[in-house]
């Protein structure tokens, strides 16, 4: 692939057309569809039952008198259900255990929502109860190594650093279980023509869900067709394929007509995942100076008993700052809760929060600034192999988050600042998010009428990855990106990754620029051989596409319309289909983006109240490719921070093992009056090393640090250090 600059510069656009979200107009007048509001003839619809207790079987299922109800097709229970593939991270009624309250033990299909959750109701449910584990202090004894992921590391000799150091911090950070909640509630719609399956799916990735499908019920990939134009939010909780998205398929087969499923609210906590609790030990040994001699990070986690999942809490521990020896855990404690998952900023956002507060106490313990601490324990190349980053200008976002947060009018000494009964306190943290990338294929097409078709089979989960997509091939193309049109969210088009762990923009974006380049050349092949066209004889390669013409790159007036070329060549599209590889030299490196986030909190003297007033956040993420969806990843995680820092928990019933507050009426996220100012920028410095166009992901690095960050401003402001979140006006009141 050629990258961008090593091309003339692309021609000026319109910069209104160039930031604008693509499907803007689409979600503000409703013509966008999401996966539950497909137009699919002889519906029925599906509820599903869950268990009430937390642990034991499920002894008997009597649904005579639901069975009898109105408008009830079918019925699934454990004890009828067709026999398939299960995956190893849901429940799809293949046998009676009970694992978490919550869990689907049965499926009502009837003619409608009202009638399938009526009869429900008259389900009569016998259980075998068993003592369930549920209490994760009282467990942490029995806590255990997992089966996979997470893991352990270590380097140097602990007892010798710990040995030389003047100053050790020794204390335990813990974070609550939270759920994702994003507004659109998981859905699919299920349809079977003889043994091909066709669905509708609020996914994270569509190929897969298309995979997961194909092994549950054992039929081809081919065979199965996924769409899901817009999800409507994710955070992570919609990357894995969940029971009810098997259970929507099942459902159709035994119904035979199509089925949908739609979630509640109220069933969007525990049987799609959620972000595990944390308690994190942290140990931090420095000399006089404030170099970091040892760093141990154990970092305990809640795992489902269905299968393991670690929320990786101390992986940035090993590579954020140097140290001459480290060691870091992941322990487990097995509860009857549903599984752990992905949630934005998975292990980082948590892990932040524990280590950038115990720096932020080690900087008081040696009387040195936050930011020179970190100054002085930055890594200049990965300290886990020694390997060079890609890129890294982390000492750029200290200097400029702090000129433009005014961190010199800070006053380390804790309880100064007062503004009448309002205590002010400035904190700061550093942010991180590892750079990744899968391969991934798209197609460009010239049109007759003189548009681009782009197509890949990604999903775009709000982030605005239709909109990069139509900005790269018009880079490419040097071409206004309102004529390019963006199909997404198919199977039929070429495969691309799921849409996670930052790695979408940066996985998509070579594959379209590789893909719309091809299509160039074969279009400029077309008319080199055209005996018609003004270009015949020319070098294909000295051939450039502008303004919806086709030129010579030394003498741009001798020229043809694209349309007139396709035209006169039976108006057959031109295209290409180009896949993008990971680099080959990938493991010679280490990809991360960098930042650091600064806040500043006021708290009421009286009611121990926290107000977030300012949050200032500069970003090393490499080529920032849309300013506007970019900035509103960055604000978006940050809110998330405060929402993470003082609002975020699931309460989980210690007898029953169900979310008490499992509602958006009492699940707290900060509401537009908890949200001030936020000011985030990004350094915009490519990284061509890791990416030929220079980007990195930018979906998660909002996220990290920010809790930190507000953590150490109430500390600042109070004197009084709360590590355990959220950080509520008790907590600060018992500190």
Known sequence: MIAPQDHQSPAKLDSRQLHNRYDGIAKVTGRAKYAAEFPVENLAYAYIVQATIPAGTVASIDQAAATRAAGVHCILTPFNAPKVTVPGNVNILQDTNVLFNGQPIAVVVARSLPEAEAAAKLLRIGYKEQPAKLEFKGLLKNARAPKRGGGASHRGDPATSLAKAAVVIDQTYSTPVQNHNPMEPHATIATWDGDKLSVYDATQGISGAQGSLARAFSIPPANIHVQCPYTGGGFGCKGYVWSH??????????????????????????????????????????????????????????????????????????????????????????????????????????????????????????????????????????????????????????????????????????????????LIGYGMATANYGAGRRPSSAVVRFLANGRVFVGVGTQDLGTGTYTILAQTAADALFMDPALVDVKLGDTTLPPSGGSGGSTTAASVCPGVYDAAMQAKLKLAQLAVADAQSPLHGATAEDIETKDGKLCLKTNPEKSESITTLIARNGNTPVEATATSEVSKDRDSFTAHSWGAIFAEVAVDADTYMVQVRRMVGTYDIGNLINKKTGTNQLIGGVVWGVSMALHEQTLIDPTYGRAVNGNLAEYHVPVNADIHEIDVTALNIPDYKFNPLGSRGIGEIGITGASAAICNAIYNATGKRVRDLPITLDKIMQA
Request: proline letters at 5%; glycine letters at 8%; a neutral charge.
């Open 245 to 422: 998205t098997i259970l929507a398929a099942m459902a159709a087969k035994v119904a035979q007509r199509p089925v949908k499923l739609v979630l509640g609210r109220e069933q969007m906590f525990g049987p799609v995942g959620s972000r595990p609790n944390t308690s994190q030990r942290i140990q931090l040994a420095a000399s006089s100076d404030g170099k970091l001699l040892h760093q141990q990070h154990d970092s305990t986690c809640y795992t489902s008993l269905i299968s393991d999942w670690v929320e990786s809490a101390a992986g940035q521990t090993e590579l954020l700052y140097n140290s001459e020896s480290l060691s870091t855990s992941h322990p487990v404690v097995e509860l009857n809760l549903g599984m752990g998952t992905w949630m934005r900023a998975p292990g980082e956002a948590t892990g932040s929060f524990g280590l950038e507060v115990a720096l932020d106490e080690l900087a008081e313990k040696l009387n040195i600034d936050p930011i020179q601490l970190r100054l002085i324990n930055y890594a200049e190349n990965d300290p886990r192999q020694g390997r060079p980053w890609s890129s890294k200008h982390l000492r750029e976002c200290y200097t400029q988050s702090a000129e433009r947060f005014g961190w010199s009018k800070r006053t380390a000494q804790p309880g100064q600042h007062r503004e009448g009964h309002k």
